[in-house]
């Protein structure tokens, strides 16, 4: 059973643009939310993540929106710029579990 | 500060054969979570050791095992390898046994099972 469902599979932005990434969870014991962006040959990095006593939080060129109601989360990247091209992965987790359940991915291409 | 460190980077086997992966924490971290990596999808968790002991398994057969060493280091065992097996292997560090605990991963080893 997939627990957290991410979309698009994959993007192409412009420089500069707005790329979005969307996941949905199902447990509603998750509460907290990690991005990762991962490049071709390394582990996944920490990019930024939320817990759910908040809707929004922005780290630089990065946003986490977050709806609790909904079960759904995203990452905003502004201002995209090349070196952004990765493949990114939301996950979830929760106080009582030892494990991050993670998304399919999303593979970001950002071109000139 | 030291990062998360995996050895080897890159591993070939055939099946049947077993194989042991290792994985050093980051500095000050007493946890450490393996993940399994097939190509084109995200990380699944194999389980996770706390302080010496298992804290917790996702949905792997018994023979994926492992260990936590007094240093916190930790190694991945594989029995009979199968060709399904072929992955990338991530070692993850933390500072607590919580789940909400920051993992910091490491930089893989690549398993060919052929």
Redesign the interface.
Known sequence: QQQVK?SPQSLIVQKGGISIINCAYENTAF??F?W?QQFP??????LI?I?PDVSEKKEGRFTISFNKSAKQFSLHIMDSQPGDSATY?C?A?????????????TRLQVTL | ETGVTQSPTHLIKTRGQQVTLRCSSQSGHNTVSWYQQALGQGPQFIFQYYREEENGRGNFPPRFSGLQFPNYSSELNVNALELDDSALYLCASSPGGRGTDTQYFGPGTRLTVL
């Open positions: 991410q509460d907290y990690p990762y040959g390394k582990g996944p990095a920490l993540a817990r992965f996950a987790s929760s106080g009582t579990a030892s494990k991050l359940t993670f998304g399919t991915g």
